[in-house]
C-alpha cells in the first residue's frame, strides 16, 4: 500500500517534466515537395529538428543500393529507408551526440560518401544516410511520414 | 563573549555557540599543514561568492528561450554593476573547478582517502559530481550557440542508456530537442542545486572534523604537540592564502572576463546551425576527451562516467598502509604522470577528435584507467615506502623534511 | 498542424553563410590574423572618443544598411562622448514604428533616446530574402563573438582581395582572405572616402576600418573602461591586503616554527 502512495504521488512529479500537450501538438509537419528540383536537398522543421529531404539522383540511388551489407557498420538496404527511391527522408540529426550534419547547402562538405558529414566528431553518412565511419552508431534515423499526395509528404 | 548572559540563555538550549567554538576555534588541527591545504576553505569560499552573485543574477535573468539571451545582455548592459556580477559568476565558476581539481589532487598525493577518512572522500566526489552538473546547466542558462550545442551533446549522453535512452532524454528534455522546457528546468536545478552542495558540504564538514585533517606526513598526531588550534593559525593562513587566489581571480574578471569562455556564446542559440567544434567549458575538457577515445557510444558514455566513479572506489584500491606520496617514490612518480596525463586530456578534450588527438586521447585515457585499476592496486603491494618520521612534531621540530 | 511553405524554409535555410559551420570549419584551422594596436588594448586600455565617433558614423552611413545593433540604445551613445542634446537629436533623424495607437494601428513617430538602433529589416526572413538569402548578423556583439574579434574584424573588412586562380568561387560570394572558408556573402564594404569625416581625418579604408571595429568594440564591451578602472582599484587594494595578512600571519606563526 505504502509503495502504491508513494509511487502514485511521485509519478505526476516525474511525467510532469515529459513532453506537454502543446508540444506533443506539433508533432506532424506536411510538406509540399514540388519544387524541390533533381540532386536538390531541402531542410524542413520537425519536431525542434531539421529533417532533410533528398530528392536523389539516379546515381546516388544506383550508389546507396550497390553497398554490400558487410560494409555497413549498421546494415539496412536502401531500398527500407525510402518509400520512393528518388525522396530520401531522414531526421537531420548525428545519431551520435545530435549535432547537424553538413551537406545540405552548396558547398558544404558532404563527407567521404557522399551523403552527410558530421562536422562535431566526423562520422560519415551516404547517400542513403547510412553511417559508413565515425562515432556515430547507427543509420541517420527515418522519419515516419507517408505520401499524402504524389508530391506532399506528412512528417510524424 | 561566552560570558553574555544572553549569549548564555542561548547556547543553554542550542548550543550552537559551544559547537561553533568547538568546530571553529579550538578545533585542533595538525600544525604542519602546508598551503595545499588552503583550498579546501577556498572552494566554501568561492561557492558563497557563487551562490551570492547567482541571487542576484536570477532577480534580472529571464530563463525563457525567447528572452534568455537578452536578459544576460541587459544584466550587461543595464542593470548596475550587472557586468561585474555576470563576469564574478562566470569566471566564479573556472575558479571554482580550478580550487577544488587542486584540492582533489592534494587528496590524491597525500592519501587523504585512506582510513578513516574514506567516507570523507566519498562525499567529496559526491560534491565534485554535484558541481558538475550545477555548473553543466549554468553555461546552458545565457542560451548563446554553446549553451544550446553543449546541453544537446551532453544530454544525448543519455541516449545511449539500453533500451530506456530515448524516453529519458525526451524526459529530461520536456520536448523532442533542447527547447524552452529544457531551459526552463534547467533554470530551476540550477538555482537549487547550490544549496543541495551547501548541505552536502556541511557533511563533508563533519565528516573531516571526526578525524580532523590528514597532513602532509600523513601519519596520525601522537598527541596534543602534534595540533594547534584553527583559530589564529589556521584563519589566519587561510584568509591570506584567499587574498592570493583573490589577486588571480580578481585579473581574471577585470581584465581578460571572457578568456576562459568561448566567442561562439555571444552568438544566441540556433538550433539549426551547429558550430564546427562543440567544445565544453574547460574544466569538463579531460572527461569529454575520454567520452571521445571511444568509437562506441555507449562504452565512451561509460567510460566518461567512470573516469568519475572510479574515484568512490580508491579508497580500496590503494592498499598501502602509507598514506603521504612523500614516503612513496614510485607512486610519487606516478602521481605525476597522472597529472600530467590529466592535462594532455584536457588538451585533446579541446580539439578536433581526429587524427593523432584521437591517438594522444586513447593513449591518455589507457593511462588514466591504468593508473587506478592497475598501477595503484599494484604499488600497494610492491613498493617500497621509505621510513615513517616518528610523530608530526618530531620532523618539524629537528630539521625542515626533506 | 502546421504547414509549411517549403520555398520560405528553404530560402532561410540555405546560406546562413555568416554562421555556415563549414566556414567555421575552416577557422579552426586558422588563418592567422595579424594584430592591430588599439586604444583598448591592456589593463589601462581606453575608448578614443573621436574614434568611437567616427566609427559610429561609418556604421551609421555603410553598416547600418544591412546590419543590425539591437542591443544599442541612442541613450548609449553617451558612451561616445555626445550630449543629451545631441543625442535627442540623432534619434529624432529615425522613425520608429509604435503602437498600436488608440485607432489600433500602428504608427510612425520620431525616435527618442530611450529606443533601440532600429534594425534595417523587419525579420530575418526579410533580411534573407534582401541580401541573397544571407542574413546579415547583428552587430551588437560582433567583435566578442569571433576569436581575437577585434583584429578578426578590421582583417576582414580590409581582407577583400582577387582569388587565387584555382579558387572555386560560387556565384554571388565574395573572396576575402580571413572569412573562414574565403567566400563571404558580404561585398566590400568600405572604399576610398566612402565617408566625410567631420574632423577631417582622411577616409582611407584602413583608418575607416580601424575605427568602426573600435565603435564595434565598445558596442560589444561598453562598460570595458568602467570595468579596467575598477580592477586596477580592486588589485591594488586586494595585493596591499594581502601583504597585510601575509604579515599578520607571519606574526601570528612565529612561535610555531
Known sequence: MGVVATGAAVWPLADSMNPSAEVLALASTEVDLSPVAEGQRISVFWRGKPVFVDRRTAEQIKAAEEVPMDELPDPQLDEARVQKPEWLVLVGVCTHLGCIPLGQKTGEPRGEYGGWFCPCHGSHYDTSGRIRKGPAPLNLEVPPYSFVEDEVILIG | MMNHPLVKWIDHRLPIITLMNKELNEYPTPRNLNYWWNFGSLAGIILVIMILTGIVLAMQYTPHKDYAFDSVERIMRDVNFGWMLRYIHANGASFFFIVVYIHIFRGLYYGSYKAPRELLWMIGVVILIVMMATAFMGYVLPWGQMSFWGATVITNLFSAVPVFGEAIVTWLWGGFSVDNATLNRFFALHYLLPFVLVAIVVLHLWALHRFGSNNPLGIDAKGPQDKIPFNPYYTIKDAFGLGVCLIFFAWFVFFAPNYLGHPDNYIPANPLSTPAHIVPEWYFLPFYAILRSIDNKLLGVVAMFASIFVLFILPWLDRSPVRSGKFRPIFKLFFWVLVLDCIVLGICGAKPAEGKWLYISRIGTFWYFLHFFVIIPLLGILERPRPLPASISEPVLKAPAE | ?257
Not at chain 3, 520555398?7 to 540555405?14: E, I, S
Not at chain 3, 565617433?53 to 562622448?81: M, N, P, T
Not at chain 3, 534594425?119 to 526572413?125: A, G, L, M, Y
Open chain 3, 1 to 257: 498542424m502546421k504547414k509549411l511553405i517549403v520555398p520560405a524554409f528553404a530560402a532561410a535555410l540555405t546560406l546562413g553563410l555568416s554562421l555556415a559551420p563549414s566556414q567555421q570549419a575552416v577557422a579552426a584551422e586558422g588563418v592567422a590574423v595579424p594584430q592591430q594596436k588599439w586604444s583598448f588594448d591592456g589593463p589601462f586600455g581606453h575608448y578614443d572618443k573621436m574614434e568611437l565617433q567616427r566609427g559610429f558614423q561609418v556604421f551609421r552611413e555603410v553598416c547600418a544598411s544591412c546590419h543590425g545593433l539591437k542591443y544599442i540604445a541612442f541613450r548609449d551613445l553617451a558612451g561616445l562622448g555626445y550630449s543629451p542634446e545631441e543625442i535627442k537629436q540623432m534619434a529624432e533623424d529615425y522613425t520608429i514604428t509604435d503602437g498600436p495607437g488608440d485607432d489600433g494601428e500602428m504608427f510612425d513617430r520620431p525616435g527618442k533616446a530611450s529606443d533601440r538602433y532600429p534594425d534595417p529589416f523587419p525579420n530575418d526572413k526579410a533580411a534573407a530574402a534582401s541580401n541573397g538569402g544571407a542574413i546579415p548578423p547583428d552587430l551588437s556583439l560582433m567583435a566578442k563573438a569571433r576569436p581575437d574579434g577585434a583584429n578578426y574584424l578590421y582583417a576582414l573588412m580590409t581582407g577583400y582581395e582577387d582569388p587565387p586562380a584555382d579558387f572555386d568561387l560560387l556565384e554571388g560570394l565574395h573572396y576575402n582572405a580571413y572569412f573562414p572558408g574565403h567566400q563571404i556573402a558580404m561585398p566590400s564594404p568600405l572604399f576610398e572616402d566612402g565617408v566625410t569625416y567631420g574632423d577631417e581625418t582622411p577616409a582611407t579604408v584602413d583608418q575607416m576600418a580601424h575605427d568602426v571595429t573600435a565603435f564595434l568594440m565598445w558596442a560589444a564591451e561598453p562598460k570595458m573602461e568602467e570595468r579596467k578602472e575598477t580592477g586596477i582599484k580592486v588589485l591594488i587594494f586586494l595585493v596591499i591586503f594581502t601583504v597585510l595578512l601575509y604579515a599578520a600571519k607571519r606574526r601570528v606563526w612565529r612561535d610555531i616554527h
